[in-house]
């Protein structure tokens, strides 16, 4: 292994895995102005990134690319199209890439820190200690698709088991880089707090919210359609929740200062328009 870890094939291997990640943060698919052509372009990629993990055991990097992409795609591409045209058989596939990206982001944790699966489930506080601040990509792309997986099926008890281990593992990112990807640890935390067994109070998610918006910087619309959907339409505060989504409908999503998160920005838009067109499935008076 140590005469691979420096051979030339090794290098080409790394690079060619650092070329196929464009689903990394301000890569050129998130700066793409075209959803439809990213979803058919992702698949290739990703199975390409899959082939070279194989020959690349150790490589934690490409495990957090994976991660990522898998669950970029299952939740842009599938769960989201699947939700609003109430395609069963899809959300099923969406949560099998979340359960793909948890696997990738599990492999990594266990490459960079040694840290066990079964480590986070028996003892995840002791287990989420273990990381550091290099560490926060890794841990965000394992507990998102984490996450998401859980809720795609509550049904899973087994899975829904493993809630204290997300939550050990976002209080350890937040404690090491509360500002990471500008503010996706926070918004995370406005849609996964309230199943934490203690549950969330409206001015802890409120809070998420406003620190995730901060740390957005105008560049970033989700926050607004997450806190909109995960908070203001449960609570039944309308005209709370037309601000939020207008706001994000109204977005430039071209102008220069928020070029790298164009594509989410996108999406985030074509949500905030279908949950204003619905809106009285959430408040039927």
Known sequence: MSALACSPKRYALQKAADALDSTSEGGAFARDDDPELVRDAVPFALKSMESLADQLPDDAGLRIGMARGFTQYGF?????????????ADMARARRFYLRARAYGLEGMKIVRGVTEDELRKSPVQAAAKFEKDDVPLIYWTIAPWALAIAANKRDLELVGDVPAV??????????????????????????????PEGATPEKQKAHFDRALALAQGEKISPLVTYAEAVSGPAQKKAEYEALLKQAASFDVDQPKARKNRLANILSQRRAAYLLKHEDDVFPD
Do not use: C, K, M, W
């Open 167 to 196: 939550a050990a593992l976002l209080d350890r990112a937040l404690a090491l880089d509360e500002s990471y990807d500008q503010g996706a640890l926070h918004e995370f935390a406005i849609t996964f707090d309230p199943a934490r």
């Open 76 to 88: 842009a591409f599938v769960e989201q199209p699947a939700e609003l045209g109430g395609n069963i």
